[in-house]
């Protein structure tokens, strides 16, 4: 089994959808929830960090942690064009070390 | 002002060459790291370095040596250079030391090796 499981999509949906991103991982020792954006030919751009189960949202954007589940969310309300990018999740211990899934690539149509 | 940077943004070079990566950080971070996304997009650690102290040594052929000489910047040299070395890495840095774990990510370098 993989330690981060991300689905790669494509995943496709018109402009002011919701879009909906998942992870799920089988390491007990993460204890930091990420969700990085990286446009095409960019870097990866930190979205979302949370440590704790439960919701954290700022501004149309929702991650979501169930620590028991061991499956975390991203929620995109109200997507727009320019929310066209591949979406990852990480995970990280006190190793230092982070952990990602292989990404999402979401695009949203005008 | 740019948070993490990398110089050169593009590099093309052949195979047997050696080259170098270099990354500089200005958020007062103490650690660093390189990483390497392949072309499905999967991002891999190689190295990490804190306060100058190699602390992450991943699987990585011993052509890759990294180098930091302050805890700003973190260099990545590759010695004869293959065509499977080609994919973009990306400089990155924490500061765990406070409790931030998060890691911010430069623009990346792109090597092609032909």
């Known amino acids: 089994q993989k330690e981060v499981e991300q689905d790669p999509g494509p995943l496709s949906v018109p402009e002011g959808a919701i879009v909906s991103l998942n992870c799920t991982y089988s390491n007990s020792a993460f204890q930091y929830f990420m969700w990085y954006r990286q446009y095409s030919r960019k870097g990866p751009e930190l979205l979302m960090y949370?440590?704790?189960?439960g919701n954290k949202e700022d501004g149309r954007f929702t991650a979501q942690v169930d620590k028991s589940s061991k499956y975390i969310s991203l929620f995109i309300r109200d997507s727009q064009p320019s929310d066209s990018a591949t979406y990852l999740c990480a995970f990280g211990s006190n190793d230092y070390k982070l952990s990602f899934g292989a990404g999402t690539t979401v695009t949203v149509r005008a | 002002d740019t948070a993490v940077s990398q110089t050169p943004k593009y590099l093309v070079t052949q195979m047997g060459n050696d080259k170098s990566i270099k990354c500089e950080q200005n958020l007062g971070h103490d650690t660093m790291y390189w990483y390497k996304q392949d072309s499905k997009k999967f991002l891999k650690i190689m190295f990490s370095y804190n306060n100058k102290e190699l602390i992450i040594n991943e699987t990585v052929p011993n052509r890759f040596s990294p180098k930091s000489p302050d805890k700003a910047h973190l260099n990545l040299h590759i010695n004869s250079l293959e065509l499977g070395d080609s994919a973009v890495y990306f400089c990155a840095s924490s500061d765990p030391g406070t409790g931030t774990y998060e890691q911010y990510f430069g623009p990346g370098t792109r090597l092609t090796v032909t």
């Open positions: 949370t440590y704790s189960s």
